[in-house]
Every structure is written in structure tokens, then in C-alpha cells.
């Protein structure tokens, strides 16, 4: 008699991936199935499984529930932990409560706690949680001192911000060497060059403008982040009334290389320094260019925001910027260009990606299972069916 059994998506993705993927022995998938049916404590076995077998993304909802259901999650999981937010970044456990994320001792979890407690301004909690289990060693160790550098700039502690900056610096090109992922290797040049430029916004903020100037140089300009400081640049010599640099900087971004980049503050900014070497003509002519420029654009995009509340739009459009179609508005499209070139922009489109193509191998496995099964006829699966499932997934992936 055939069984009808009604399982879980979940469940037949844990079995079928876990002996498809993962170097484990067959008995040890058998058990991991028994478990997962019995009680919540399976969760991090599947998770585990489905990370042996490199679908990291996969195991995120088995990581959250063993962490919310579980009081004292333990370090078992903490490294796992660790594993996953390395492997699919922190954006996936941010959406969780402190209380929940409180549980654990990983150390990336105490750098989320950090960024949520910093978002309400309680500082000094913040850096007592980033003090908390973070060594040097540890992968979330450089942006924990980005952060750290941040806070301390935010309360005006200039001296302090700058060693910490400066150590940051230090600490990701010190991982640098001793990564290879593309993915992580990314993230720390970005966090090193952010760090780099933390410096000078830290001096000019403390308004030692003559240092902020130096220190900005240091900026390599290949880097991700630097047309973004130009700006700052400009600034930091307009408060230095060098007004004629200030002009030098802003009109770089006239560069044909430099269109992506989306500023309309920097047409602000030229006025002002017209006005303070009083030549009126160009100050009339840079906030006539302004209105030229923005207005007409400005009020087409307010009325595409106003009916398009689908947040699909937006995506599709992105992806359509990054093949380089046009949507017919230049601010538009100089926006879009701005946004897809951002690394938080690139960052996310990448975790999509992979995230994606997880599904993809899902799907396929999934595709041949119900193949197979029919083959064998065989409707539905439960722990005695496993060696029937041996013989179809042979059979799947020798044919």
C-alpha cells in the first residue's frame, strides 16, 4: 500500500540535499531526519547539514528557530552561527529582536547588537557590547573596530576615533592576507578604505581642517569610495576659504568617467563658493543651471514614485541600469547608476544572486526526486523510504 505521508517542503530538501551534498555518512542523514521529526533541538543539525552541503541561505530559518526556541543555545551553535553570518552576512539576523539575538555569544552577533544599540543612540552600551567576546582573530573583527571608530566619532572623542580608525586600517589589511574568499575580500577593502576616510571626517568634524586635508590624500583612487569624497574634499577647503579648490574638486565630476555619480549638493556647494569670490554672474548661472537640470526630471520621478509602490519596479530597474538600458529621464537614470554602483547596492544584489542560484539547485533536486520517485512508484517518503531514495538518487545522477 503506497503511503501518504504529508511532509514538510523543508523536510524533503534536509533529506534529499543532505545525501546528494554532504560528505557525511548515509546513517548520519537517517538520524538527522529522526531528530528533526522528534523535536526543535534538530534544527541545528539541518542547519549544519545544509551547510556542509553549501547552502547557507537554506540554513538561516533553521539557525533563527533553534536560537528563538532554545534559552541557552550554547557554543555548538555560536560557531555555526559564525559560519552563516560569514558565509550570507549580517542582514539576515539584523530583522531579529535583541532580546532573541541576546542569547547568543557569537561575536558577529554581539557587532548586530552593537549597530542596533548605536541606531538609538545609547553609545556607551554599544562600545561595552563590542567589548564583549570580539578578539582580533575573528573574521567581524575589523568592522567591530569601524564601528567602534564610528562611535567614538559620534561622541566627539577625536583623538580616540583616530587611533581606533587608524587600528582598523591595520586589522583588515592584517585579514587581507589571510583571506581569498572574493566575497570577504571585498567587504574588507571596503571597510579598510572607509576606515581610511574615517580619519579626515573625524578631523574636519573637530574642525582641524589643515589635517582633514592631508589625511584625505591617503585615499587610494581606485578605491570603491572615493568619488564620494571629492565632495567632502571640496568642503573641507571651503571651510579652509580656499574657494578656488573647492571649484577644482567640484568640477572633476564633470568627468565623463564620473556620471554615475549622483550629488546635486556639489551644485549647492559651487554656488556658495561663486558667491564668497563674489562673482555673481556664475553664482546666477549655477542655480539657473540647478533648476535646468533638476526640475522638470525631479517632478517626472515624484509622479513614477507616487503610482509605482511595487517594490519590484524598482528592482527590475536596477538590474536594467547594470545592463546599461536607459529609462529615459537623465536624473533617473543618474541615480540608478549611483545606487547600483553603491557597495551596500552591491552587496545585496550579490547575496540575491547566490541566493538565488541556491533555489535553482533546490529546484533541481526536487525535479529529479519526483522523477525518480514516480520511476520507482513510490508517492510520498518518510525514514523507511531511505534506502529506496538511495537507489533514486543513483539512479538520478548516473543517468
Known sequence: MKRKMMIRPYLGLVVVLSFAWSSLAFSSVVGAWKAYQNNSRSYLRVAAELMGANLNFAAVPFLKEYLITTARPGKAFDLLLERSILAVGIKQYEILSAEILSKSNAPSIRYILAKKLVRQKKYEAAVRELGKAISEEQAVAPFAKMLLASIYSLQRKTDLAV????????????????????????????????????????????????????????????????????????????????YNRTLGK????????????????????????????????????????????????????????????DYRVYYNIAQKSKQGVLQLNPLLDRMLLSIVRDPAYQEMDAAFWRGRDEIHRVE?????????????GISAIDVQDLPCCSACISWWWQR
Not at 364 to 376: A, F, K, S
Request: charge should be negative.
Open 364 to 376: 533541481n533536486i526536487t525535479n529529479g526526486m519526483q522523477v525518480c520517485l514516480h520511476r520507482w
Open 250 to 309: 567640484l568640477v572633476t565630476y564633470k568627468a565623463p568617467v564620473m556620471d554615475f555619480v549622483f550629488n546635486p549638493e556639489a551644485e549647492i556647494l559651487n554656488a556658495f563658493a561663486y558667491m564668497e569670490l563674489c562673482l555673481w554672474s556664475d553664482v546666477n548661472d549655477a542655480v539657473e543651471n540647478f533648476y535646468q537640470t533638476y526640475q522638470d526630471d525631479a517632478r517626472s520621478i515624484e509622479n513614477f514614485v507616487k503610482h509605482n509602490r
Open 163 to 242: 587611533a581606533t580608525y587608524r587600528d582598523c586600517v591595520y586589522l583588515s589589511e592584517r585579514h587581507l592576507r589571510k583571506v581569498n574568499n572574493p566575497v570577504l575580500v571585498r567587504q574588507l577593502n571596503i571597510n579598510r578604505d572607509y576606515c581610511v576616510i574615517g580619519i579626515p571626517r573625524t578631523q574636519f568634524a573637530a574642525g582641524k581642517f589643515a589635517e582633514a586635508e592631508s589625511n584625505y590624500l591617503d585615499l587610494p583612487k581606485d578605491s570603491y569610495v572615493w568619488p564620494e569624497i571629492l565632495f567632502e574634499e571640496a568642503w573641507n577647503s571651503f571651510y579652509k576659504r580656499d
